[in-house]
């Protein structure tokens, strides 16, 4: 069964700082991943999907890599903000099982402090 | 502006009580989802839909129900089965199944059990 960790479970940085977030599947074989960004009591927002015939994905500040051969995602984020600070989730879809659906980590809290 | 609705963001339930959450979409997407989010936990699938008239079980659909029966809505049922509801739900919807589409939330509804 395909499980999805991400590391560090929180982080607290100051402003201006480059960080980056960790998000690995113990079954390798990942054929799409998503970053979300979650506020306080709110829903998901999508910030980069990275598809089957990519390797990363970039949003402004926000570049996001995939590598299929050791199934591990890193979302880099550049000049780090405290309008940053939230929850970072990372969501894949594995070939063959869970039926096609998204398998979500526990997500990164990140907070920037000004 | 297009997007994904829930109502209420707040639901209190009884013991006993089966309550039912909107979720509606302007998007024009086939494809839609329930998820629930407990504390310190990845969001997990209750039920998805790929057309009108169709849905599937996710990993934890006992004690749930719901009804697809136009395509810019899927309520979702909790029923007194459901042993422990309280949790924060949210709704998604992506453009058709599959691992290829980016998924897209609603702002979530926050039901309390009694």
């Known amino acids: 069964k395909q499980e999805v960790t991400q590391i560090p479970a929180a982080l607290s940085v100051p402003e201006g700082e480059n960080l980056v977030l960790n998000c690995s599947f113990t079954?390798?074989?990942?054929?799409?991943l998503q970053w979300f960004r979650q506020d306080p009591g709110k829903g998901l927002t999508s910030l980069l999907l990275?598809?089957?015939?990519?390797r990363e994905q970039t949003s402004g500040r926000l570049n996001a890599s995939l590598d299929k051969s050791s199934g591990r995602s890193t979302l880099y984020i550049a000049a780090s903000q405290p309008g940053d600070s939230a929850t970072y989730l990372c969501?894949?879809?594995?070939?063959?099982?869970?039926?096609?659906?998204?398998?979500f980590g526990k997500g990164t809290k990140l907070s920037v402090k000004p | 502006d297009g997007g994904i609705t829930q109502s209420p963001k707040y639901l209190f339930r009884k013991e006993g009580q089966n309550v039912t959450l909107s979720c509606e979409q302007n998007l024009n997407h086939d494809a839609m989802y329930w998820y629930r989010q407990d504390p310190g936990q990845g969001l997990r699938l209750i039920y998805y839909s790929q057309i009108v008239n169709d849905f599937q079980k996710g990993d934890i659909a006992e004690g749930y129900s719901v009804s697809r029966e136009k395509k810019e809505s899927f309520p979702l049922t909790v029923t007194s089965a459901q042993k422990n509801p309280t949790a924060f739900y949210l709704c998604?919807?992506?453009?058709?199944?599959?691992?290829?589409?980016?998924?897209?939330f609603g702002p979530g509804t926050r039901l309390t059990v009694l």
């Open positions: 079954d390798s074989a990942i054929y799409n």
């Open positions: 998604a919807s992506s453009i058709a199944k599959g691992p290829y589409n980016e998924q897209f």
């Open positions: 969501a894949g879809v594995n070939y063959g099982g869970s039926q096609g659906n998204l398998i």
């Open positions: 990275i598809q089957s015939s990519q």
